[in-house]
């Protein structure tokens, strides 16, 4: 691979677009705290059967559409008024992607959270025990993929992308743990399903953020935009 | 990490796969008196494709354009080295021993101005084929009819074929100029900023012949525009200081550029 350009260094001439897209970036970083916080609330209300945390949770998705849209519109219009090139272009158009792959953290953390609040109404299951240790794996991608996109490191986003194994492992075996005790005890099934789901949720979170760990890598490189697993598997 | 995944081409100038090569520069300089314009060029041009040269003010770029009709021996004190290769003959257009009339009947010239000669539409066409020894009427009305139609200006001069070319529009006359150099059927046209004096529709017709123009002819085009160069070129060429700094398909140098100096400029960050 060509050694790559590293433009962010450099001012624009017409500063007023250097505000923009500094604008657009900030919108898509408070985006990314809200939604990494989102599932942070989300695992932390299941753990502690918080239902008040939980319906916070669920109120945030408001503001997360907001930004979605309102990210968005900037990048249309960033694209028709200043028809950015190479590495500009690339920032814009990977902002339309990322903020989608955000927009469905967050419904994914209101979907742990409407769960959570049901599962506080019956007793705790053992195997919900292992659903934090998830979470923590999926939380320190969405953190770290956050990381990443501040800093435009491509290495540390390829890390996370590596990473997505070991949710998919931990999601694995609590689905085995699942059935055996559904076997077991079927009046345990509907909560049982409940935290299936959630387990479920936070493996597609972590797919969304190593979905952005592409985009980064993208807008470093210029090459793939999407990266199929079955690459490295 | 593997090759990108290149999908069908979307544009319109797409890059054909096996392009044949229509002219190589090797190791041109260029000076003008003790300035050197252009330091070492290599590059290929290759055949019915639009190449597009891109870079700041000075850069060269209309000094290398210039270079490929000979425009430079009129300016006094100016010296080539080095080589401009035209094929299929294999032949350096820049060599003292070759004719610059030579080289002009093969590679024509559009200009920054419209330029029409004081004369009428039709005198306007036919004169470098009468400059050629072309005599016959019935031979100059339909040469000067099919190169009005490939300016795609034919419907709009048919009956009016004996007014002064000076009486058209500014896009108009940028057609006749384009209708002129297309009349003697030459192998390449170059084009100086063509539309820089334009405005938007006229410049929109222009870039659409200039496409259309790519199928039969190779075009090398010199233009500020960046957004021009991206909607009309298949291969892109930035210069800088007199230095060929980047050079390929329009696309991949549009969207990643592999030199800095080629994305500070094309996103607008060149100090």
């Given amino acids: ?233 | 990490m593997s090759a990108v995944v290149t999908a069908v081409p979307f544009a319109t100038q797409s890059v054909s796969a096996d392009p044949k090569v229509k002219s190589r520069i090797r190791g041109l300089n260029f000076y003008y008196g003790n300035l050197q314009a252009l330091k070492n060029i290599d590059m290929v041009v290759y055949e019915h494709a639009v190449t597009a040269l891109i870079g700041p003010s000075g850069c060269g770029k209309s000094t290398l354009l210039r270079c490929f009709n000979r425009m430079h021996d009129l300016t006094p004190h100016t010296r080539y080295e080095g080589e401009i290769r035209l094929y299929p003959d294999d032949v350096n257009i820049v060599s003292s021993d070759i004719d610059p009339i030579e080289v002009r009947m093969r590679i024509s010239m559009v200009f920054q101005k419209p330029n029409p000669f004081p004369k009428s539409i039709y005198e306007n066409v036919a004169y470098g084929l009468r400059v050629r020894g072309v005599k016959a009427r019935s031979e100059l009305d339909g040469r000067v009819e099919a190169a009005l139609r490939g300016a795609a200006l034919w419907e709009e001069v048919k009956d009016r074929l004996e007014e002064p070319g000076t009486a058209l529009s500014g896009g108009q006359q940028q057609r006749l100029c384009i209708a002129r150099a297309l009349a003697t059927d030459p192998e390449i046209v170059l084009f100086d900023e063509p539309t820089s004096a334009l405005d938007p529709i006229a410049t929109a017709s222009i870039e659409d012949l200039i496409i259309s123009m790519a199928g039969s002819v190779t075009i090398l085009i010199v233009t500020h525009n960046m957004q021009q160069a991206a909607r009309v070129s298949s291969y892109t060429a930035f210069m800088y200081l007199g230095e060929l700094v980047e050079y390929g398909p329009t696309t991949e140098l549009f969207t990643r550029p592999r030199h800095q100096r080629t994305s500070d400029y094309l996103t607008g960050r060149f100090g």
């Avoid at chain 1, 200043?82 to 927009?103: G, V």
């Avoid at chain 1, 387990?199 to 890598?217: G, P, Q, S, Y």
Wanted: with cysteine; hydrophobic share 40%.
């Fill in chain 1, 1 to 233: 691979m060509p050694k790559q350009t590293e433009a962010l260094e450099h001012q624009h001439i017409v500063r007023a677009f250097d505000e923009e897209l500094s604008r657009l970036t900030g919108a898509i970083v408070e985006m990314g705290g809200l939604a990494e916080r989102q599932v942070a609330d989300a695992v932390r209300a299941l753990a502690e059967r918080d239902v008040e945390l939980a319906a916070k949770v669920i109120e945030t998705d408001r503001r997360i559409d907001d930004l979605e849209e309102s990210i968005d519109q900037d990048a249309i219009k960033l694209l028709a008024l200043r028809q950015p090139m190479a590495i500009d272009l690339r920032m814009i158009a990977m902002a339309l992607k990322i903020t989608n792959d955000l927009e469905r953290m967050s419904d994914y953390a209101v979907s742990i959270a409407k769960r959570s609040q049901r599962l506080s109404e019956h007793p705790e299951l053992r195997p919900i025990q292992q659903l934090p240790r998830i979470g923590q794996s999926c939380l320190s991608m969405v953190k770290d993929v956050l990381d990443a996109y501040v800093e435009r490191d491509a290495d540390k986003a390829t890390a996370v992308w590596h990473r997505d194994s070991e949710v998919d492992e931990l999601y694995t075996s609590l689905f085995r743990e699942l059935v055996t005790y559904m076997l077991e005890d079927p009046r345990t099934i509907s909560s049982c399903i409940d935290v299936l789901f959630i387990a479920k949720n936070l493996e597609r979170i972590a797919d969304h953020a190593t979905n952005i760990a592409e985009k980064i890598v993208f807008i470093k490189h210029g090459t793939q935009i999407n990266r199929p697993r079955h690459e490295v598997e």
